[in-house]
């Protein structure tokens, strides 16, 4: 339990491992009067007013651009990540902002045969939404929820993960001169503020992205009120490379797949079936990409690679990965953490896995990838699903047509073909099966999860 006494918490710089900068804690008063600042602006005109949504969106999304290197700055900082992947995040989150300002949303009329009244169906904003986002991508996935549920009339308060408030603060800063008091707000602060926010009474929908284990307590605290909830959780994602692939032609755009933000995504690749008579020839090339990658610090040129945003996330990797080899896993590359300050990890290909080892069977997030053989592509398909995940999922290999009859396999939310993840776009649903989520973000099914259908009759006047 946190010390309450104190109205602010330590930041710490991951590419130091040392306390850079201090973030306001918030009390439980100062939680009550943002949540009600938010219901009183959506009793207001905000909720009423399309076109003043719509206009405020694309405000936002010019005021983001504008302050773009302010913000990847402290987004680097705080984070860990490259300073160019930082300053994409806030590009991503101004595409976002400019896709649901766009985005046309009509109401659809009935007429049965016979009637004599005209039916419309439209979708009416819930009214607040609390929002919990993590510490991986902190301003894109924040606008995965900002954006379509001020679209749809709706306001928000949102907390960020306590390992990357500032960013997301610098960011509310920015948005508070463009939406109306209220519409918006950014609390941060340790547990149990999530708690708090989750169960807050005036909450009428939870939007979480996070852990998995996270994400079925907070599940369970919205069922009390029934608040509706998007999940949007964990992801043990396969690649699977058939007989037919090149391993060397495609190791690049592989090894990015899973080593991108130090394989800190939910959709990263996290686990390789590859075929037995090419996995050698693949680890290989894995490998040699993977010692020519130096992680650094984020906001030096040039840097790809920056720290694993936190401890105990850097503890884990390590965790998962002296599990594996003393399991009787080889390390190609990497395995172990760097010496110097910071939480810096090698970037690490194993092979000689264990089918059951944690590293495949548990979500690593972090930078280092399991290689397993199959003899049959039956079997790689079914080790690829024998996962209590399904976030996204890939199959590489020459014959586009065979490999799309296996990617249409997968019991996953996405897949893909000669490519990863590569539908985390704003107009394509996003969701995923088993333990990874309920609900969708993103595109028309977004902004429909943070709406209420509605239906109004009236006498028909033809």
Same mark, same amino acid.
């Given at each position: &339990?946190?010390?309450q006494?104190?109205?602010?918490? #330590? ?5 130091t ?36 949504r ?14 773009? #290197? ?21 590009d991503?989150?101004v595409?976002w ?35 919990i ?9 924040? &606008? ?9 009339g ?11 408030? $500032? ?15 209220g ?18 009474? $005036?909450?009428?929908k ?17 069922a ?17 490379i ?31 079936y ?16 993977? &010692? ?20 105990p996330?850097l ?14 896993a080889?390390?190609?590359?990497? =395995? ?25 069977s ?14 049959n592509? #039956?079997?790689?398909?079914? &080790?690829a ?9 890939s ?13 249409r ?6 897949a ?8 985390l ?11 990874? =989520? ?18 109004v ?5 033809t």
């Amino acid at each position: &339990m946190p010390d309450q006494s104190k109205n602010t918490f #330590d930041v710490i710089n991951p590419a130091t491992g040392e306390v850079f900068a201090t973030a306001p804690a918030c009390s439980p008063e100062q939680l009550d009067a943002a949540m009600n600042a938010a219901q009183r602006a959506f009793a207001g005109s905000w909720s009423r007013d399309e076109e003043v949504r719509r206009a405020a969106l694309r405000a936002a999304a010019d005021a983001l651009l504008a302050q773009k #290197d302010r913000l990847a700055a402290v987004l680097t900082a705080e984070q860990g990540k490259p300073l160019a992947e930082a300053a994409s995040e806030v590009d991503g989150s101004v595409r976002w902002l400019r896709y649901y300002a766009d985005l046309e949303t009509e109401p659809e009329y009935l007429t049965p045969p016979g009637a004599d009244r005209r039916v419309e169906v439209t979708r009416r904003p819930l009214g607040v939404v609390a929002a919990i986002t993590p510490w991986n991508y902190p301003l894109l996935l924040a &606008m995965w929820k900002i954006a379509p549920a001020l679209r749809a009339g709706n306001t928000m308060v949102l907390k960020p993960s306590p390992f990357t408030p $500032l960013a997301t603060l610098a960011m509310g800063e920015v948005l508070q001169e463009v939406f109306p008091t209220g519409v918006l707000t950014v609390v941060t602060g340790p547990d149990p503020l999530g708690n708090l926010l989750t169960g807050h009474p $005036l909450a009428r929908k939870v939007s979480f992205t996070g852990s998995t284990a996270t994400g079925k307590k907070v599940a369970a605290a919205a069922a009390d009120d029934l608040k509706r909830i998007t999940l949007e959780l964990g992801g043990n994602d396969p690649a699977i490379i058939l007989p037919d692939a090149d391993p060397e032609a495609i190791a690049e755009q592989l090894f990015w797949s899973a080593f991108r933000n130090n394989g800190q995504i939910c959709v990263a690749v996290k686990r390789v079936y590859a075929h037995e008579s090419i996995k050698a020839r693949l680890v290989d090339a894995l490998a040699e990409i993977a &010692m020519s990658v130096q992680p650094d610090d984020g906001s030096k040129p040039g840097v790809r690679l920056g720290a694993i945003n936190n401890e105990p996330q850097l503890q884990r990797v390590e965790e998962l990965v002296s599990d594996a080899i003393a399991r009787g896993a080889k390390a190609a590359a990497g =395995g172990s953490r760097i010496d110097r300050p910071g939480y810096f990890f090698s970037p690490t290909i194993l092979t000689g896995v264990p089918a059951d080892a944690r590293i495949v069977s548990e979500e690593q997030f972090g930078p280092a990838l399991p290689v397993l053989p199959y003899r049959n592509v #039956d079997d790689a398909v079914a &080790m690829a699903n024998d996962s209590e995940y399904g976030l996204t999922s890939s199959v590489w290999g020459t014959d586009v047509e065979q490999a799309t009859a296996v990617a249409r396999r997968f019991d996953a939310g996405q897949a893909a073909v000669n490519a990863h993840a590569v539908g985390l776009r704003p107009d394509l649903p996003f969701a995923g099966a088993k333990w990874s =989520g309920l609900g969708v973000e993103n595109g028309p099914w977004g902004l429909h999860e943070l709406t209420q259908l509605s239906v109004v009759m009236a006498p028909s006047t033809t």
